[in-house]
Nanobody, 127 residues
Framework: VQLQASGGGLVQAGGSLRLSCTVS????????IGWFRQAPGKEREAVAC????????RYTDSMKGRFTISRDNAKNTVYLQMNSLKPEDTAVYYC?????????????????????WGQGTQVTVSS
């Protein structure tokens, strides 16, 4: 299984970025993909997750409003649209996949649920 995260970069405060995460080699019919981030000197935190079968979405409360997760199953790609970016959003953003016990199981923004991780993409927001 490989996850390729891309789309990071340097942006001014108030700007937008769209991150992409393309998954390959994953043979399960349904699973969750989550976005996480890790700022310098801080622990990794969850941003949002989405299921590949029914599009169920969950956001960490602090991420609601400015971040939008979406998917394109035909491309095996999940996106994270980030708007009104702030310097405190500066971090390495990671995507990861999680096994779901049943098709109706909701996705979870719990890091321990995720088994395969991408390499991360750096997002830097200047003030």
């Amino acid at each position: 299984v490989q996850l390729q995260a891309s789309g990071g970069g340097l942006v001014q405060a108030g700007g937008s970025l769209r991150l992409s995460c393309t998954v390959s080699g994953f043979t399960r019919d349904y699973y969750a993909i989550g976005w996480f981030r890790q700022a310098p000197g801080k622990e990794r935190e969850a941003v949002a997750c989405i299921k590949t079968n029914d599009g169920n979405i969950r956001y960490t409360d602090s991420m609601k409003g400015r971040f939008t997760i979406s998917r394109d199953n035909a491309k095996n790609t999940v996106y994270l649209q980030m708007n009104s970016l702030k310097p405190e959003d500066t971090a390495v953003y990671y995507c990861a996949t999680a096994w779901l016990p049943r098709p109706i199981s909701p996705c979870r923004t719990v890091e321990a649920s995720y088994e395969y991780w991408g390499q991360g993409t750096q997002v830097t927001v200047s003030s």
